[in-house]
């Protein structure tokens, strides 16, 4: 099925990006560089899901490492 185009004089048919300055007025302007990146990086609800998703991978991978590290023995047939 086509797409339909937008009716004449509509105006744009994408939106306008957001200033840069309206996110950064909501922070502390002296706020460190660290603890801004944990707020808006690590911290941030929509990223999150994703963070944990990493967190997880990561506890599963140094687990395994140290289980076959701490009996490896036991999985080699004597």
């Known amino acids: 099925m086509?797409?339909?185009?937008?009716p004449p004089g509509s105006g744009p048919?994408?939106?306008?990006?957001?200033?840069?300055?309206?996110?950064?007025s909501?922070?502390?302007?002296?706020?460190?560089?660290?603890?801004r990146f944990l707020r808006e990086q690590i911290l941030a609800p929509e990223k999150l899901p994703g963070n944990l998703s990493i967190a997880t991978g990561l506890g599963v991978f140094l687990g395994g490492i140290f289980v076959v590290r701490r009996w490896g023995q036991l999985l080699v047939p004597a």
Do not use: H, I, K, Q
Not at 2 to 6: L, P, Q
Not at 13 to 22: D, E, F, I, K, V
Not at 26 to 35: C, G, R, T, V
């Open 26 to 35: 909501l922070a502390d302007p002296n706020e460190s560089f660290f603890s």
């Open 13 to 24: 048919s994408y939106y306008t990006p957001a200033p840069a300055g309206l996110n950064r």
């Open 2 to 6: 086509a797409r339909r185009a937008a």
